[in-house]
């Protein structure tokens, strides 16, 4: 009977090969029997497979375009059908199923036949590694040297665990694949399992005799000085990526990750509100009354700050740029400066005096209304 390979894929003649692939990644995760519950689900998955075999072999699809069927085309290259003994699966577990392993297989990974030696390889774990730093450094930046614990290559055997290169051998139970294949008869067909092999765990070779100064983990545990970069405009829970130097990876496999996060350390004088920064500042009553010039901290060196007549208590000044550095883009944040007045508790004879005279001209004037 003849098979239109593209109507099953939905695809036209003109399509290229990712349109195929993509089609068919589609169509197989509909029909998978496993996800599918269906009566001709098994059908239309195999049916699906055996078309993306035919379409996505650049050869196989020229010479079924030039028969026109199916059956012309098995017989002219010897197709008998589509082997599933190759996929790696029995649809026991749809979990484990791996679509990327069947579009290599289509698509340029070598053919249905290919060998599926994978050797396990174990990236190091990332670390966390939670830092402290003050107002300035997150205002303006720094560098700060730390030194953490980690498992490194170890130097005697260069990760590899083993006490010299004669002795690692080629798995015999898997002959250096990794993995370990077992094939059986189902309804629908041949089908392999596919399971990392127990011998070797994965690796697709074992070792004869250990390094004795890893044991045969190809790790040592270490402490490591790095010297790390804050950037200005850091704040409470900013996450520096430093890649590569997490845990090292298992026999030759890539390094985590670390991670440094910060934390900012209570300020004594100033709090922090996103690029800016707040300070509460006391001045005289007569300052505040009279007006005049008074220093104000900031982050770097004291500063200027001119207090108008008849200031009010609890009246902000904002002093342009001497906050925080902007993280993104150039610029700094304002400082915020709340004034209180001052209001002395002793005061001297003269002071009393000079006060109740004072008061005597407001209340006057107060009453006059002049």
């Known amino acids: 009977m003849t098979k239109d390979y593209y109507k099953i894929l939905g695809v036209n003649k003109n399509s290229t090969k990712e349109e195929i692939k993509k089609a068919y990644k589609k169509l197989a995760r509909k029909y998978h029997p496993d996800v ?21 072999d650049d050869t196989k ?45 289509f698509f340029g990974g070598g053919g249905p036949f290919r060998s599926a030696s994978r050797k396990r390889s174990s990236r190091g774990s990332d670390l966390r590694y939670d830092m402290e730093i003050t107002l300035e450094e997150a205002a303006f930046g720094t560098e700060k040297e730390i030194s953490i614990p980690r498992n490194e290559q170890c130097p005697e055997c260069h990760g590899s665990g083993a006490k010299s290169k004669s002795d690692i051998l080629s798995c015999p139970e898997c002959h250096g694949s990794g993995v370990s294949r077992r094939t059986q008869r189902t309804p629908f067909g041949m089908f392999s399992t596919t399971t990392t092999c127990r011998k070797c765990h994965g690796n697709g070779e074992y070792i004869k005799e250990e390094c004795p100064d890893c044991d045969g983990t190809g790790l040592v545990h270490q402490r490591r000085k790095l010297k790390i970069k804050i950037p200005q405009g850091a704040e409470e ?6 890649s590569g130097e ?10 985590g990750d670390l991670y440094i996060v910060l934390h900012m350390k209570e300020h004594k004088i100033f709090e922090r509100k996103g690029d800016d920064i707040f300070v509460q500042i006391k001045i005289p009553f007569t300052t505040a009354a009279l007006g005049g010039e008074i220093e104000v901290p900031t982050l770097k060196e004291k500063a200027k700050l001119r207090i108008p007549a008849g200031t009010q208590s609890g009246t902000v000044f904002k002093m342009k740029e001497q906050g925080i550095n902007f993280l993104h883009g150039y610029g700094r944040g304002d400082e915020l400066v709340k004034v209180e007045i001052d209001v002395p508790t002793k005061l001297s004879s003269k002071q009393k005096k000079l006060l109740k005279e004072f008061e005597k001209i407001s209340h006057k004037k107060t009453f006059f209304g002049i």
């Open 36 to 56: 599918n519950s269906e009566s001709d689900a098994a059908e239309k998955f195999k049916e699906i497979n055996e078309a993306a075999q035919v379409l996505g």
């Open 61 to 105: 699809r020229q010479q079924y375009d030039q028969f026109g069927n199916a059956d012309a085309f098995k017989q002219a290259s010897g197709f008998q059908g589509f082997d599933f003994s190759n996929f790696g699966s029995d649809f026991t577990d749809f979990a484990s199923f791996d679509f990327g392993d069947i579009f290599d297989r």
């Open 237 to 242: 829970g900013t996450n520096l990526r430093i």
């Open 246 to 255: 997490g845990e090292a990876g298992q026999r030759g496999a890539s390094a």
